[in-house]
């Protein structure tokens, strides 16, 4: 499950970085669809770092409210199923 986490927020970073590097170069986009799925599966963690990191989709106010909110939630269950499965 550590394994999955780590690939998936680095992906959910990277798509990021990606994203950004084809809206400077004025190429064709990653939807935002795709962006969105990469987070609800776990990578919200990764996708939020590199919203502020490379500065994208900061303009954007579902990105900017909702995906700190979904990692939130995220950290919040992970935490839970950790200390949930620590004291069985």
């Known amino acids: 499950m ?3 986490l780590v690939v998936i927020n ?3 970073l990277l798509i990021m970085k990606w994203d950004k590097y084809l ?3 004025q190429k064709w986009r990653i939807p935002e669809k795709r962006i969105w ?4 599966v776990g990578g919200a963690l990764g ?3 590199g919203m502020f ?3 994208h989709k900061t303009k954007h106010v579902t990105f900017t409210l909702l995906l700190p909110l979904l990692t939130f939630g995220q950290v919040i269950l992970l935490y839970y199923w950790q200390f949930h499965e620590f004291m069985s």
């Open 2 to 4: 550590l394994l999955y």
């Open 47 to 49: 996708a939020t770092i």
């Open 37 to 40: 799925f990469i987070a609800i």
């Open 23 to 25: 809206a400077k170069k």
């Open 10 to 12: 680095v992906i959910g």
């Open 53 to 55: 990191l490379f500065r």
